[in-house]
């Protein structure tokens, strides 16, 4: 048996300590770790191998009058974001590429967090855009609208290998 690709997921992995830990010994097994996080916190002694961030743009937000100004408020933490961009990264954003107004406002939005995070031209294909989609018949379609997006950008398309295999199913 060789080194392993372990990726530590959550809701949100960096929130706990043993978390961390877990890491740290994993790799010291010898294995690659990559944190998934959505960047909202950044801990001093984080290691790890590749930092996925997957912040969340405005769509996400719950139409809910708890959760929604909640979510709002944390969702986008630029200060933490680039403090997870020091170790290896890929940003992955995820749009909604089924509606061409609503991927304009992405893209739009998209393009905003990349500016604020100061991401080089030449690091912008470690952004990858997403589609959101739990529909493995509507799946070709959206990646199909993302291409030119991803080629005018600079960006990577983000697969949804999980969707495509097994449906939206939770636990894949």
Known sequence: EGPRHVVLTGGEPLL??????????????????????????????????????????????????????????RRWQPVMVRRLMQHPWQLKLVVRAHDPAR?????????????????????????LLMPECVDPARLSADYAALVPVCIEHG??????????????????
Not at 157 to 172: E, K, S
Request: glycine letters at 8%; hydrophobic letters at 45%; proline letters at 8%.
């Open 16 to 73: 706990f300590p043993a978390m961390l830990e877990l890491a740290r010994r994993v790799r010291a097994a010898g294995h690659h770790v990559t944190f998934e996080t959505a960047g909202t916190v950044a801990p001093d002694d984080l290691e790890c191998d590749l930092v996925s961030i997957s912040p969340k743009l405005a769509h996400a937000t719950p139409d809910d009058p708890v959760w929604g100004p909640r979510h709002e408020a």
């Open 103 to 127: 991927l304009a406002e992405d893209v739009s939005e998209a393009m905003g967090m990349v500016e604020a995070l100061g991401v080089a031209t030449g690091d912008r294909d470690r952004v």
């Open 155 to 172: 960006f990577t398309l983000g697969p949804r290998l999980h969707i495509a295999i097994f449906g939206h199913v939770p636990g894949t």
